[in-house]
């Protein structure tokens, strides 16, 4: 609702519309992402396949099923502890294809920099992009450059497509939880957030915490081919588990109810989040996944994935509700409950 | 972790709980002073575990929430400025102007970052002597003593270009002005942890003594309040009203002496308009006469005149404690975090936006 100004002046005033112009909490993978993509992109470009935003698209092609998605990497600095934005945009591309239960098989990228940009670390860029296409089992077969003006891009600009074949049946999918799932993560979580945040200028944070960016298929294949097949698996990216959660519980019209202290955070990002005022359930990962399991096998998905280096630290979490569809409530470390809600922005630190 | 997990512990908090609902024979209303205690009761869920007779009033220790419109203009204006490098703690960008938010000035142009600390600024007018570098220091007694050394150390470096705009409110004045209105509600205190660990406990000491009213310091973790709670509770039930220290592994009686020294030597008491309650005398900071020429309302002179504010935001009455967000028409239908009316709405430790964040809605 909008007043003129005639108006304003003789009644209540009301904020300016905030989605007038982008702004950068736009891209925080939040409240304001999700309602550009609603307002803006659905209305225009929506179609019953786009429409689900799943991790990636699934689309019969033949008898072949395959999983398609694209993403775009601009994360800042393009160097950071345990990756950087060469590795980051092979393994975010893989898991988004590897979440809807595909085999990742091709990769087409998109190699965007800014004049000026050192060719050394071009080359480092694509010797990591090389070597993480290699450790998950994907080939690079389109790719494209493009040099933009110094100040029209920040460095460098990665956009990877993947394509997989879906190996599983039921293919899991964000609308597909029910009351009564088991809620599963796959590790610890918030180390590639905090990994980027510490090593940014002007936050002089001495810490350990390397990125937790590593490819899922090698984890999430093999279950699969044992016949444990979540109804659904997000990967753990921007916005944190508290969005993912938040999206599955709309899509799939369920509540859940979230243990606060079955949750994995590694005590670092723990100290540091505390530190800043941030909330670890909403710092990205890029190498962990929710899984909502059917409860009758959710013990033998838990130990099988825990059998893997990368699903050792795998927990329950909570479970799948009737009650409150839609919403996520999480019961605290003290026993007290609140609602854990997609954020509004970006978490801005706190002042005190 | 240490003093972490150890404050958040589900079986001494259900212990605590167990006290304090023995210990209860009838209603009693207490204040939490601290917009971090707010965030606390509201993020662990804690009122669950207190009984139905305590009712717990989110105060007015939200130095985002009580900073006027008239000032976060100002800060948009400055910001705009083309040879200004506006800086900020993460907060304050969200919080509405009258007609947009710093982040939004960001958005159209401006320059302006997020520094974690007020040294960080000094740092960027070293680095960028052409520009001019305004830090928005906000904050209660917690804060100033760090945007205090900012000055002193711009000082020292003779630095020519570096600015603040100083909005600093001080508690005790706030909670005497509570407690002197006639509709007041609030019969204890939880105070404030962070604010006594600077300036000590004696305000708070006099404040109990004038207004025959139990004041607790409290910590900011969930054990640290409820022990607090019951610690406030049990002097209500005993017709006590004496100053307690919860919260004695970070407050010493006198304070930080040397931070103390640092404020008064670089501000000086005024008067404080706060956003919601209006002016209060000696309720805040500005930059001692020595300094004047560190400050940006003397390097900004143009006035911004203070423009109305929703008529329909309650954020007065739930900064006294009087009112719970709610109660409030426009909470959660034309004011949420992501189209605040009134500050409470935006910060982390802002009373509505904790609301909205975390109690919403229940479930079973």
Same mark, same amino acid.
């Given at each position: 609702?909008?007043?003129?100004?005639?108006?304003?002046?003789?009644?209540?005033?009301?904020?300016?519309?905030?989605?007038?112009?982008?702004?950068?909490?736009?891209?925080?993978?939040?409240?304001?992402?999700?309602?550009?993509?609603?307002?803006?992109?659905?209305?225009?470009?929506?179609?019953?396949?786009?429409?689900?935003?799943?991790?990636?698209?699934?689309?019969?092609?033949?008898?072949?099923?395959?999983?398609?998605?694209?993403?775009?990497?601009?994360?800042?600095?393009?160097?950071?502890?345990?990756?950087?934005?060469?590795?980051?945009?092979?393994?975010?591309?893989?898991?988004?294809?590897?979440?809807?239960?595909?085999?990742?098989?091709?990769?087409?990228?998109?190699?965007?920099?800014?004049?000026?940009?050192?060719?050394?670390?071009?080359?480092?860029?694509?010797?990591?992009?090389?070597?993480?296409?290699?450790?998950?089992?994907?080939?690079?077969?389109?790719?494209?450059?493009?040099?933009?003006?110094?100040?029209?891009?920040?460095?460098?600009?990665?956009?990877?497509?993947?394509?997989?074949?879906?190996?599983?049946?039921?293919?899991?999918?964000?609308?597909?939880?029910?009351?009564?799932?088991?809620?599963?993560?796959?590790?610890?979580?918030?180390?590639?957030?905090?990994?980027?945040?510490?090593?940014?200028?002007?936050?002089?944070?001495?810490?350990?915490?390397?990125?937790?960016?590593?490819?899922?298929?090698?984890?999430?294949?093999?279950?699969?081919?044992?016949?444990?097949?979540?109804?659904?698996?997000?990967?753990?990216?921007?916005?944190?588990?508290?969005?993912?959660?938040?999206?599955?519980?709309?899509?799939?019209?369920?509540?859940?109810?979230?243990?606060?202290?079955?949750?994995?955070?590694?005590?670092?990002?723990?100290? @540091?989040? =505390?530190?800043? !005022?941030?909330?670890? *359930?909403?710092?990205?990962?890029? +190498? $962990?996944?929710?899984?909502?399991?059917? &409860?009758?096998?959710?013990?033998?998905?838990?130990?099988?994935?825990?059998?893997?280096?990368?699903?050792?630290?795998?927990?329950?979490?909570?479970?799948? @509700?009737? =009650?409150?569809? !839609?919403?996520?409530? *999480?019961?605290?470390?003290?026993? +007290? $409950?609140?609602?854990?809600?997609?954020? &509004?922005?970006?978490?801005?630190?706190?002042?005190? | 972790?240490?003093?972490?997990?150890?404050?958040?512990?589900?079986?001494?908090?259900?212990?605590?709980?167990?006290?304090?609902?023995?210990?209860?024979?009838?209603?009693?209303?207490?204040?939490?002073?601290?917009?971090?205690?707010?965030?606390?009761?509201?993020?662990?869920?804690?009122?669950?575990?207190?009984?139905?007779?305590?009712?717990?009033?989110?105060?007015?220790?939200?130095?985002?929430?009580?900073?006027?419109?008239?000032?976060?203009?100002?800060?948009?204006?400055?910001?705009?400025?083309?040879?200004?490098?506006?800086?900020?703690?993460?907060?304050?960008?969200?919080?509405?102007?009258?007609?947009?938010?710093?982040?939004?000035?960001?958005?159209?142009?401006?320059?302006?970052?997020?520094?974690?600390?007020?040294?960080?600024?000094?740092?960027?007018?070293?680095?960028?002597?052409?520009?001019?570098?305004?830090?928005?220091?906000?904050?209660?007694?917690?804060?100033?003593?760090?945007?205090?050394?900012?000055?002193?150390?711009?000082?020292?470096?003779?630095?020519?270009?570096?600015?603040?705009?100083?909005?600093?409110?001080?508690?005790?004045?706030?909670?005497?002005?509570?407690?002197?209105?006639?509709?007041?509600?609030?019969?204890?205190?939880?105070?404030?942890?962070?604010?006594?660990?600077?300036?000590?406990?004696?305000?708070?000491?006099?404040?109990?003594?004038?207004?025959?009213?139990?004041?607790?310091?409290?910590?900011?973790?969930?054990?640290?309040?409820?022990?607090?709670?019951?610690?406030?509770?049990?002097?209500?039930?005993?017709?006590?009203?004496?100053?307690?220290?919860?919260?004695?592994?970070?407050?010493?009686?006198?304070?930080?002496?040397?931070?103390?020294?640092?404020?008064?030597?670089?501000?000086?008491?005024?008067?404080?308009?706060?956003?919601?309650?209006?002016?209060?005398?000696?309720?805040?900071?500005?930059?001692?006469?020595?300094?004047?020429?560190?400050?940006?309302?003397?390097?900004?002179?143009?006035?911004?005149?203070?423009?109305?504010?929703?008529?329909?935001?309650?954020?007065?009455?739930?900064?006294?404690?009087?009112?719970?967000?709610?109660?409030?028409?426009?909470?959660?239908?034309?004011?949420?975090?992501?189209?605040?009316?009134?500050?409470?709405?935006?910060?982390?430790?802002?009373?509505?936006?904790?609301?909205?964040?975390?109690?919403?809605?229940?479930?079973?």
């Amino acid at each position: 609702m909008r007043l003129d100004d005639e108006e304003a002046a003789t009644s209540c005033r009301l904020p300016i519309s905030n989605s007038e112009i982008v702004k950068l909490a736009h891209g925080s993978g939040g409240k304001l992402s999700s309602s550009l993509i609603e307002s803006v992109f659905l209305p225009l470009l929506g179609n019953d396949v786009l429409n689900k935003q799943d991790d990636a698209a699934d689309i019969q092609i033949g008898d072949l099923k395959i999983a398609i998605t694209t993403d775009s990497y601009v994360v800042s600095p393009i160097f950071f502890p345990g990756g950087d934005i060469g590795s980051l945009a092979v393994h975010g591309t893989v898991n988004d294809l590897t979440m809807r239960g595909a085999k990742p098989l091709f990769l087409a990228a998109t190699f965007i920099i800014e004049e000026g940009f050192p060719i050394a670390d071009l080359h480092r860029v694509a010797d990591s992009f090389a070597q993480a296409c290699r450790s998950s089992d994907v080939s690079l077969l389109a790719a494209d450059t493009k040099v933009v003006g110094r100040g029209a891009a920040d460095k460098i600009f990665v956009t990877t497509t993947g394509i997989g074949i879906i190996a599983c049946d039921p293919v899991p999918a964000s609308d597909r939880a029910r009351a009564g799932d088991v809620i599963i993560v796959s590790g610890d979580l918030g180390l590639h957030g905090m990994a980027v945040m510490a090593s940014r200028e002007g936050l002089d944070l001495e810490t350990q915490i390397r990125s937790d960016s590593a490819p899922l298929n090698k984890l999430v294949l093999p279950i699969l081919q044992m016949g444990y097949i979540p109804r659904c698996m997000r990967d753990i990216t921007r916005g944190g588990l508290a969005t993912v959660l938040n999206e599955i519980a709309k899509s799939s019209s369920v509540g859940m109810l979230i243990e606060e202290n079955a949750i994995p955070v590694d005590p670092q990002v723990s100290a @540091v989040c =505390e530190l800043l !005022g941030l909330d670890p *359930l909403y710092v990205a990962c890029e +190498g $962990r996944f929710v899984a909502i399991m059917d &409860a009758s096998c959710s013990d033998q998905f838990l130990a099988t994935m825990k059998g893997f280096p990368q699903g050792a630290q795998a927990r329950v979490i909570g479970r799948v @509700v009737e =009650e409150a569809p !839609g919403r996520v409530v *999480l019961k605290s470390t003290i026993g +007290g $409950r609140r609602i854990l809600d997609k954020l &509004a922005g970006d978490q801005l630190p706190r002042i005190c | 972790m240490k003093y972490q997990a150890e404050f958040r512990d589900r079986q001494l908090a259900e212990q605590l709980s167990l006290q304090i609902k023995k210990a209860i024979t009838r209603p009693w209303k207490i204040m939490e002073v601290c917009g971090g205690q707010t965030h606390t009761i509201l993020q662990f869920g804690l009122e669950d575990l207190l009984p139905s007779e305590l009712e717990l009033l989110h105060g007015p220790g939200c130095p985002v929430c009580v900073t006027p419109v008239s000032l976060i203009d100002k800060a948009i204006e400055i910001a705009k400025t083309a040879d200004v490098i506006f800086t900020s703690y993460g907060d304050m960008l969200r919080v509405p102007g009258s007609s947009c938010d710093l982040l939004q000035a960001r958005a159209l142009g401006a320059d302006v970052r997020i520094v974690y600390s007020p040294l960080d600024a000094v740092e960027l007018a070293k680095k960028y002597p052409s520009k001019r570098i305004v830090f928005f220091a906000v904050g209660f007694e917690t804060t100033a003593p760090a945007n205090a050394m900012s000055v002193h150390l711009a000082d020292k470096l003779g630095l020519t270009n570096y600015f603040v705009l100083c909005s600093h409110v001080t508690v005790p004045p706030v909670m005497s002005s509570l407690l002197e209105q006639p509709d007041n509600i609030v019969q204890a205190f939880l105070g404030p942890g962070h604010v006594c660990s600077i300036m000590g406990v004696e305000e708070y000491r006099e404040i109990c003594q004038r207004y025959k009213v139990p004041i607790v310091i409290s910590g900011f973790e969930p054990i640290d309040i409820l022990e607090a709670i019951l610690m406030a509770l049990l002097q209500l039930e005993r017709g006590e009203c004496r100053l307690e220290n919860q919260y004695a592994r970070a407050v010493v009686t006198a304070g930080n002496l040397h931070a103390q020294q640092v404020m008064s030597e670089v501000f000086s008491l005024s008067e404080r308009i706060w956003r919601g309650l209006g002016p209060i005398p000696e309720s805040g900071y500005r930059l001692a006469e020595k300094y004047r020429e560190f400050d940006a309302q003397n390097e900004f002179p143009e006035v911004i005149s203070e423009r109305a504010e929703s008529c329909i935001c309650i954020s007065g009455e739930i900064l006294r404690g009087l009112k719970k967000p709610p109660q409030c028409p426009a909470f959660a239908k034309e004011c949420t975090p992501e189209t605040p009316l009134g500050a409470t709405m935006v910060s982390s430790e802002g009373t509505c936006a904790n609301y909205y964040k975390f109690k919403n809605t229940q479930i079973n």
